[in-house]
């Protein structure tokens, strides 16, 4: 079973300046995807960047990138210029892309992004 | 125009009653599923429906059980509530397998007394 580990419980960094979340995962699959969400206070859980483990071009968003490192299993997300909307719960999560059918995705345990006026 | 929506947002119960909560996409998403979030904010994947076929069954109680009248709703029912099931619960959609990310809802607070 993948899993897919946070050591990060807790972030904190000054307005405007950059983060990195960081996110490994253990699977023995070479085909899947990778998310990272978004959960602000309201709960609401939000898509902020996606990754294909075939391309090995990062993916970026706007003010989110992420570094995509497969042979480590490694895939970290950088916010540039931190905005106070951006204090939030951060879950990386996995999803296989074989199987049978439609698969769940598997979080990790969370990151609570900080951020300083 | 909500995509997915959960009904109801809040819910308190007592121990042993029978409650549903109720979701409802209109993405024309192939896959629901429902996940738990617990108190130390971790989410679990507990089901998912393809085409009105259930999936993935993980190994929750067979106290919950999913239903889908059809391909734009996936309710949740649980029976005889326990204290350990509150949670927040969400739904979510998908297109085909999922690749291009799921869409939640906002999530059923669920209390258990």
């Known amino acids: 079973a993948q899993t897919v580990t946070q050591s990060q419980p807790e972030m904190s960094v000054q307005e405007a300046e950059t983060v990195t979340l960081s996110c490994t995962y253990d699977t023995s699959e070479s085909d899947y995807y990778l998310f990272w969400y978004k959960q602000p206070p309201s709960r609401q859980m939000i898509l902020v960047i996606r990754q294909e483990a075939y391309k090995q071009q990062n993916a970026t968003e706007n003010r989110f990138s992420v570094n995509f490192q497969k042979a480590a299993k490694s895939f970290s997300l950088k916010i540039s210029d931190s905005q106070l909307g951006d204090a939030a719960m951060y879950f990386c999560a996995y999803r296989s892309a074989t199987g049978g059918g439609a698969d769940g995705l598997t979080f990790g345990k969370g990151t609570h992004l900080i951020i300083q006026p | 125009d909500t995509a997915v929506s959960q009904t109801p947002k809040y819910l308190v119960t007592q121990m042993g009653n029978d409650k549903s909560i109720k979701c409802e996409q209109n993405?024309?998403?192939?896959?629901m599923y429902w996940y738990k979030q617990d108190s130390k904010k971790f989410l679990k994947i507990m089901f998912s429906?393809?085409?009105?076929?259930?999936?993935i069954n993980e190994t929750v109680p067979n106290r919950f059980s999913p239903k889908s009248p059809d391909k734009a709703h996936l309710n949740l029912h649980i029976n005889s509530l326990e204290l350990g099931d509150s949670a927040v619960y969400f739904c979510?959609?998908?297109?085909?397998?999922?690749?291009?990310?799921?869409?939640f809802g906002s999530g059923t607070r669920l209390t258990v007394v």
């Open positions: 979510a959609s998908s297109q085909d397998r999922g690749e291009r990310g799921y869409t």
């Open positions: 429906y393809n085409n009105k076929e259930l999936i």
């Open positions: 993405l024309g998403h192939d896959t």
